[in-house]
């Protein structure tokens, strides 16, 4: 994103003088002849190309301005972005979002209406038989780990929280199988209170477009919060997430096809061809259906099939 060699002086050549063969040349001729190879070596200098001057280093208020451009341009793309867990209450929704590790949200959002009809509350799921409800969320995979965690986390808010789900995020990661990501997702889509949410595809993402170089999901939040104010943090979280699952894909990002590729320093990562790239578009981008059996008034997709469905 090579250098011409510097044009070398012409060797002088011997002027005819008239003289025999093995006589010195005429001074006057020396002297023409070093003033030509003078004259070449000016003339060199100045047709020799320049090196390339290197790009200066993005400025950390450079960067923020580029990233709130950024998240003010997806807004623009996905106006009904969403969490993609279906829930009817902050109870489902956490039991969803612990389920949704390792898995799909699509997959989780197929498996939690039979889980839902037999444990609505967690007092409910507290008493559930694990082998039972092992049978009920084996398709979201680690079924025994998540069961173990679905009634650990039933027994304490039973026991500690009077049956509800606390509001504070303090209390939230009190909770088994319950982190901080999971805990964001409640508290900022059950009780309005803002959070970043470091799930797989906004870490890289954030990553991708050089808002931070952290890898640890805590220390990404962190960096995060000081680019954006608090009240972007819950819808950015829904915006960069939608991106990554949509456009900008993991190993082959639909470059051609993104609105935001003139503001994105990672551009010619994926497929840059227009045509090609929108042949990588996923779910309401590419005409398919979303994740959620349940979605949101607005979301322009078509709903996700029930489990088993064709």
């Given at each position: 994103?090579?250098?011409?060699?510097?044009?070398?002086?012409?060797?002088?050549?011997?002027?005819?003088?008239?003289?025999?063969?093995?006589?010195?040349?005429?001074?006057?001729?020396?002297?023409?002849?070093?003033?030509?190879?003078?004259?070449?070596?000016?003339?060199?200098?100045?047709?020799?190309?320049?090196?390339?001057?290197?790009?200066?280093?993005?400025?950390?208020?450079?960067?923020?301005?580029?990233?709130?451009?950024?998240?003010?341009?997806?807004?623009?793309?996905?106006?009904?972005?969403?969490?993609?867990?279906?829930?009817?209450?902050?109870?489902?929704?956490?039991?969803?979002?612990?389920?949704?590790?390792?898995?799909?949200?699509?997959?989780?959002?197929?498996?939690?209406?039979?889980?839902?009809?037999?444990?609505?509350?967690?007092?409910?799921?507290?008493?559930?038989?694990?082998?039972?409800?092992?049978?009920?969320?084996?398709?979201?995979?680690?079924?025994?780990?998540?069961?173990?965690?679905?009634?650990?986390?039933?027994?304490?808010?039973?026991?500690?929280?009077?049956?509800?789900?606390?509001?504070?995020?303090?209390?939230?990661?009190?909770?088994?199988?319950?982190?901080?990501?999971?805990?964001?997702?409640?508290?900022?889509?059950?009780?309005?209170?803002?959070?970043?949410?470091?799930?797989?595809?906004?870490?890289?993402?954030?990553?991708?477009?050089?808002?931070?170089?952290?890898?640890?999901?805590?220390?990404?939040?962190?960096?995060?919060?000081?680019?954006?104010?608090?009240?972007?943090?819950?819808?950015?979280?829904?915006?960069?997430?939608?991106?990554?699952?949509?456009?900008?894909?993991?190993?082959?990002?639909?470059?051609?096809?993104?609105?935001?590729?003139?503001?994105?320093?990672?551009?010619?990562?994926?497929?840059?061809?227009?045509?090609?790239?929108?042949?990588?578009?996923?779910?309401?981008?590419?005409?398919?259906?979303?994740?959620?059996?349940?979605?949101?008034?607005?979301?322009?997709?078509?709903?996700?099939?029930?489990?088993?469905?064709g």
């Amino acid at each position: 994103m090579g250098e011409q060699g510097a044009i070398r002086p012409e060797r002088a050549t011997k002027r005819h003088t008239g003289e025999s063969v093995g006589k010195p040349a005429k001074q006057p001729a020396v002297k023409a002849t070093a003033a030509a190879a003078k004259a070449t070596a000016k003339s060199s200098a100045k047709t020799k190309p320049t090196t390339k001057p290197t790009t200066k280093p993005e400025s950390r208020l450079a960067m923020v301005r580029r990233a709130r451009k950024i998240n003010r341009e997806l807004a623009e793309l996905y106006p009904y972005a969403h969490p993609e867990l279906d829930f009817r209450n902050p109870f489902e929704l956490l039991v969803a979002t612990v389920l949704s590790a390792q898995t799909t949200d699509l997959r989780v959002n197929q498996t939690t209406p039979a889980l839902f009809a037999a444990y609505p509350t967690p007092e409910d799921m507290a008493a559930a038989v694990p082998e039972e409800m092992e049978e009920l969320i084996r398709p979201t995979g680690f079924f025994r780990a998540k069961t173990k965690s679905l009634i650990g986390l039933s027994v304490a808010l039973r026991d500690n929280f009077g049956g509800e789900v606390p509001g504070r995020l303090a209390d939230l990661v009190t909770l088994p199988g319950v982190g901080r990501k999971t805990a964001n997702v409640v508290l900022g889509n059950a009780f309005g209170v803002p959070g970043i949410t470091v799930d797989t595809h906004f870490g890289r993402l954030v990553r991708r477009w050089k808002w931070t170089e952290q890898e640890d999901p805590e220390k990404v939040e962190a960096e995060i919060a000081t680019i954006f104010p608090k009240s972007e943090w819950t819808m950015l979280s829904h915006r960069v997430v939608f991106h990554g699952r949509r456009i900008c894909h993991a190993r082959k990002p639909a470059c051609g096809a993104c609105p935001i590729a003139p503001l994105c320093p990672a551009y010619g990562e994926g497929e840059t061809d227009p045509e090609k790239a929108r042949k990588l578009l996923k779910y309401e981008m590419g005409g398919q259906p979303g994740q959620r059996l349940s979605p949101p008034a607005d979301y322009p997709g078509k709903p996700a099939p029930a489990l088993g469905a064709g």
